[in-house]
Every structure is written in structure tokens, then in C-alpha cells.
């Protein structure tokens, strides 16, 4: 491991939990582990140990590639005014359960 | 010993070891290396008393003396705890304590497993609740020595030295004598001798993938079948068992 404490601490991860009846994974923070096979564990151990989860990914948060806040304006803005684009118009009867 | 009486002795013996171990991974807390370890000594710990308060309850129940599971936990002497003189060591540094865990977590994994077949149809359930957490338990720990042992210069030398310390403690787990000679008959218990080849097979694979060197089998000490512990024991009985004694009967 490197000299400096800063590169010598444990790498980061991001942790993706998918609760019993949901229908997707949602992040639910992150922590530290030395490897991704750990950071399964520790993610078992710190954000599943009150039965939230049946299933969890790990990300190394390097890895995620993210949107800068600089690109708001041209990234967002310009859906703003497009109402068309969203389908509230329709009634989803409660048949269809999860869209 | 009639046969209440010698299931009753080999209950404390399993009871006893997550007892103790649950208390000596408590010592852990506030003290971690780093926050995520933290819980996990601790959701560890906190199975090995769960295991620990269903098997001397049962024990309780079986000696019909009255006794429930607080009362075995808080109100023996060092010379009637049945633990492992291995479990009573103490924690050292995180390289000992997880040394420590991975040897017995194999361990316990093989018994559990077999006392799934026990005939006491008590002690069978308790084993097949358990063993889920025995599993996580080993994967948790073989993982760390496997990380220490093939991590840093630093690393390697602490777990290796942390193998070697405890390695003379090991031959007393796979011992047999008339109370588990007596259990193994009757269909309720294993037999843990022939544990060993399988303990081994464990052992190696986890040495071999941590680059740590197999300690030769030089020394060993036993006597905690007969109450003989190491000076350890006493200490961690005088913190776990203080308030229970100093206010007996307490409610909180």
C-alpha cells in the first residue's frame, strides 16, 4: 500500500440494495473495503443487517461515471417545457400494479 | 454421569464457546480498525450470543435444576466453563482476533453441520439455525486472513504470527473423551475426531491462498474439558459477570 494516507486508505465503494419487494436497486451509501469481495460483505453487514435486502451491488466509486453540475443547463433545462413527453394524462388502473 | 447429566456437560461445552467468544468480540466495540469492521465484529459477536443464550437455555432445561441460561452465563466460576482455551485468548491485535475466528469458525462450521443429524431433535434445530450465521462467519474471516496474510509485508508477518501463537491451542478442539464418546453413541452429538481431515483440507486452502506457512504441530495445551483454563478466563468473567452479580436480579 502506498506511503501517502490519503491513495493508503481503503478504497471507496457504492452499495446497491434491492429490498424484498422492490423492483429495483437503489443506492444506499457507500463504504470503505479493501476489495470488492469485502465490500459485498461490509455492505451486508452495514446496510442489511435489519433484513432491507435480498440482493446488493457493489460499485468501486471511481468506476461511476457521473454528470458534472455545469452541464445542468443543457443536460435538463430544456425538457422543462415539453410536457408532452410525460404520460400523466392516462389513468393507470391499480390492475397494472408496478410501471 | 446418567444421561441427562452428560447431555447437559456437552451443551455447556457447545454453549459455552459462543458465549465466550460473543464476549470477547463485544471487547471489540468503540475499538474497531475501521466503522464497517465495527459492525461486523459485532453483528458476529451478537450471533454467537444468540447461539449461545438457546443452547444453555436448552442446558438449563435439561439439568432440571432450576438454572435458565442467565444464570449458567453469569453465575459460574472459571473452573465449570467448558469454552476452548482457544476461544478465551484474548483479542491481541485484529490480525490475532481474526486468526482466532477463522479457526474456530471452521470448526464450528463442520460441527453445526453434522448436529443438523442429531437425534435431539432440539439440538438438531438449534445447529441448522445456527450454521447460516457459522457460514457467513467463516466466509467474514477467511477472507481477512486471506486479505492480511497476501497484503502488505506488515500484514503478512502479524497474521503469520498470529497462526503460530494460536496453533497449539487447535489439537483440543478434535478431542475425544467419554462424554463425547457417550453423545456420538446415543446419535446426538459428532464425532469431532473425525472433523480433523476435513478441518485440514479447510485450513490449507485458506494458508495456501494467504501465502501463510502452515505452523509445524509443535506444542499444545488442553484442559478446558476439566475446567482448567488459562489465566484469561478469569479477567473476562470478571467484567461480563459483574453487574449480574453486584445487583442480582437487575431489570433493565
Not at chain 1, 493508503?8 to 451509501?29: D, Q, T
Not at chain 2, 447437559?8 to 454453549?15: K, P, V
Not at chain 2, 462450521?109 to 443438523?116: H, I
Request: overall charge negative.
Amino acid at each position: 500500500m502506498p506511503e501517502n494516507s490519503t491513495e493508503s486508505e481503503l478504497p471507496l465503494y457504492e452499495v446497491f440494495i434491492r429490498s424484498k419487494n422492490g423492483l429495483h436497486h437503489k443506492h444506499a451509501g457507500s463504504l470503505h473495503a479493501p476489495d470488492a469481495e469485502m465490500a459485498l460483505t461490509n455492505a451486508r453487514d452495514v446496510y442489511t443487517r435489519r433484513s432491507e435486502g435480498v440482493s446488493i451491488w457493489v460499485v468501486k466509486a471511481t468506476d461511476v461515471v457521473a454528470s458534472s453540475p455545469e452541464d445542468k443547463g443543457n443536460f435538463y433545462e430544456p425538457n422543462d417545457d415539453k410536457l408532452y413527453r410525460h404520460p400523466t394524462f392516462y389513468n393507470i388502473p391499480d390492475e397494472v400494479g408496478h410501471m | 454421569m446418567n444421561d441427562n447429566e452428560i447431555l447437559f456437560e456437552y451443551l455447556l461445552r457447545l454453549g459455552d464457546n459462543c458465549a465466550i467468544l460473543g464476549q470477547r468480540l463485544a471487547e471489540w466495540c468503540g475499538k474497531a480498525p475501521v466503522l464497517e469492521e465495527e459492525l461486523a465484529l459485532m453483528n458476529v459477536g451478537l450471533d454467537l450470543v444468540g447461539q449461545a443464550r438457546l443452547l444453555l437455555d436448552y442446558a438449563g432445561k435439561v439439568e432440571g435444576a432450576g438454572r435458565d441460561e442467565d444464570q449458567l452465563a453469569f453465575f459460574r466460576d472459571t473452573q465449570e466453563w467448558r469454552n476452548f482455551l482457544l476461544i478465551e485468548q484474548p483479542n491481541g491485535d485484529f490480525a490475532k482476533t481474526m486468526a482466532r475466528q477463522m479457526i474456530f469458525d471452521c470448526f464450528q462450521y463442520l460441527q453445526f453441520e453434522a448436529l443438523t443429524a442429531s437425534k435431539d431433535k432440539t439440538l438438531s434445530e438449534i445447529a441448522a439455525k445456527s450454521l447460516k450465521e457459522i457460514t457467513y462467519h467463516r466466509r467474514h474471516s477467511s477472507n481477512w486472513v486471506i486479505r492480511l496474510g497476501d497484503g502488505t509485508d506488515e500484514s503478512h508477518a502479524k497474521m503469520q504470527a498470529a497462526i503460530d501463537e494460536l496453533w497449539g491451542f487447535i489439537p483440543e478442539m478434535f478431542d475425544m473423551d467419554a462424554v463425547e464418546d457417550a453423545m456420538v453413541a446415543a446419535g446426538i452429538g459428532t464425532d469431532v475426531s473425525v472433523l480433523r481431515a476435513r478441518w485440514d483440507d479447510m485450513i490449507n486452502s485458506i494458508l495456501t491462498e494467504a501465502t501463510l506457512q502452515r505452523p509445524e504441530d509443535t506444542w499444545s495445551v488442553r484442559g478446558s474439558r476439566e475446567g482448567k483454563h488459562s489465566e484469561h478466563l478469569g479477567f473476562l468473567l470478571a467484567e461480563m459477570q459483574f453487574l449480574p452479580r453486584a445487583y442480582p436480579d437487575a431489570k433493565w
